[in-house]
């Protein structure tokens, strides 16, 4: 009889649990605080990456496969991306808006492009070969590596940051070489 009082008070317990609170095509709960690299170091960051899994918004979008990020003036980065072709490897990149470079890994548009989340580098490795990115909305989201070959260890650390910090990891999806 206790037992069985126990059982159905965890249960009432278990079905107060809030739901996660996405915003419309997010991947993150809202609830649980986004963290930002303190390791991040944006001359070490500089350099070509590849996109190992990233989070999309429909099965038929075109991911980024790899970025390359430049350092820039006045605390600026250059960012460029490249998508998949299967047509064409060595395909050019293609730049994004420049991005300023603020405390703990936190990149922000520069104008117009205000109004448009920030980028984080929410996690980076000692040797900086595998980052994590996202935003706080929880919109954007991806595991970068320094080649197209990450070791499981380092690709299950990314995963577990991204769950650590609220995303959905279920929703991320392999990219392409």
């Not at 072709?85 to 104008?111: H, M, Q």
């Not at 989201?141 to 991204?162: C, F, P, Q, V, Y």
């Amino acid at each position: 009889m206790i037992r069985a009082l126990a059982c159905a008070g965890l249960m009432a317990l278990a079905a107060c649990t809030p739901k996660p609170q996405f915003v419309p095509d997010g991947y993150r709960d809202q609830r649980v605080a986004i963290t930002s690299s303190t390791r991040f170091d944006a001359e070490r960051f500089a350099g070509d990456w590849r996109v190992i899994e990233s989070f999309e918004q429909t099965p038929r979008e075109v991911t980024t496969s790899r970025l390359s990020f430049q350092p820039a003036p006045a605390g600026y980065v250059y960012v460029a991306r490249a998508n998949p072709s299967p047509l064409d490897a060595t395909v050019e990149l293609s730049p994004w808006p420049t991005l300023k470079i603020g405390a703990f890994g936190r990149l922000t548009y520069a104008t117009p492009y205000d109004a448009v989340d920030p980028i984080w580098v929410i996690w980076v490795d000692e040797d900086h070969r595998t980052a994590v990115l996202g935003t706080p909305s929880g919109r954007f989201g991806m595991i970068i590596n320094r080649t197209a070959n990450l070791r499981s260890d380092r690709l299950k650390a990314a995963r577990e940051i991204l769950a650590f910090n609220g995303y959905d990891v279920t929703k991320l999806r392999k990219v392409s070489p």
